[in-house]
């Protein structure tokens, strides 16, 4: 099965899979640059930032596989997106509260956004090869 704009979603995952590495490396050397950024106090625990930077770094990497072969990387885009949705809820809910000032979502600007297009486009274009992939191995006990 031939998926549609197949090279276009190599790129874009490409691109998401650096921008994700990237971002992880930076944001875990350097935990507190959100904070200077919103002008919040400094956290006093910065691991937990650092720990979360390396979380995503890490689908930095499960970006670059489905950018290897986009045919079978349904799930993880899902994965991704499901992130990229619930992130910025959980976002809104903080600066709603008060907990948190709007400048905060310069995290949501390229972390999340800018991604919810291309990867929605992706799961529609990849939906049948790995709903045919379902049928052909089932889940079985």
Same mark, same amino acid.
């Given at each position: ?13 490409? !691109? ?6 990237? @971002? ?66 959980? !976002? ?23 991604? @919810? ?9 990849? @939906? ?14």
């Amino acid at each position: 099965m031939t998926l549609p704009r197949r090279s276009l979603h190599r790129r874009v995952f490409v !691109l998401a899979g650096a921008y994700n590495i990237t @971002w992880g490396i930076y944001s875990a050397l350097d935990p507190q640059w959100l904070f200077r950024v919103a002008g919040m106090p400094p956290l006093n625990h910065p691991e937990i930032f650092a720990c979360l930077a390396m979380v995503i770094g890490l689908y930095g990497l499960l970006y670059l596989e489905v950018a290897r072969v986009p045919e079978r990387g349904w799930l993880l885009a899902a994965v991704g997106l499901m992130g990229k949705v619930l992130g910025p809820i959980g !976002l809104l809910v903080l600066i709603a509260s008060g907990s948190w000032p709007w400048q905060t979502i310069v995290l949501c600007v390229t972390n999340d956004f800018i991604w @919810w297009i291309p990867f929605a486009l992706y799961l529609r274009d990849a @939906w049948p090869a790995f709903r045919a992939d379902l049928r052909a191995t089932p889940i079985s006990g």
